[in-house]
C-alpha cells in the first residue's frame, strides 16, 4: 500500500462521508493563507471527533491544540445550542486565525479559544470550576501529553471520554530507546492510561492522508 492509495481512499471516504460545506473550506484555505503548518485533522478524522461526541451527547468538550479551528468547527458542531466548547492554543497568531473561522462557521458563541500555553492554562480552568467536560481532545506538543492526561482527569467526571491524537508517530512510539521527545512524551500518556485505575483505554492505528499514525481513546470510570 502506497501513500497515494491511502490518499485515494480518504479522499473517497471523504466525497460520501464528509463532504466539505463552505465554513470547513473557508477554515482550511485562511489556515494555508496564514502559513499554519498542514498538521490538523483530515476531514473524515474530523466527522469521526464529530460522531464521538455525538454518540458521548456531549454537551461540554475540551480541546487542547487549536491550530486553525479546523478540529474545533467538527466538534463544536456536535453540540446542542447552549452547549460549550473551550479550546487551548499556545501560539496567538494560530489562535487569532481560529476565532475567525469559528466566527465565520457561525460557533463564536459556543466555541471559546483561550491563548496561552495549555499547562498555565488549564489550571486556571480548574481553578475557575470549568467542567466537567464531556468530551477532552488532546492535540497539542506530544511531550507534554502525561500532563495533558492529568489535567484531563481533573476537569472530567466519570463517563466522559479522552481522545489522544497522533500517538502512532509513525511507528516509532514502539521504540522505547527512541530519543524524540514526542515519542517518550507519548509512551509516557500511553503508560498512563494503562496504569491508571480511574481510565479504560485502547489504541487504534490509522493510515490516510496524514500517513501512518492513530489515536488513543480513554473511558473515565467512576
Known sequence: MSQEQWNAVDRYFTDQLAPADEALSAALAANDAAGLPAIGVAPNQGKFLQLLARIQGARTVLEI?????Y???WLAR???EDGKLISLEYDPRHAEVARANLAHAGLDKIAEVRTGPALETLPVLVAEGAGPFD??????DKQNNPHYVEWALKLTRPGSVIIVDNVVRNGAVSDADSTDASVQGTRR???LLAEHPRLSATAVQTVGSKGY????LAHVLA
Open 78 to 80: 456536535a453540540l446542542p
Open 65 to 69: 491544540g487549536t491550530l486553525g479551528g
Open 71 to 73: 478540529s474545533t468547527i
Open 213 to 216: 499514525d492513530g489515536f488513543a
Open 135 to 140: 468530551l477532552v481532545f488532546i492535540d497539542a
Open 189 to 191: 500518556a500511553i503508560e
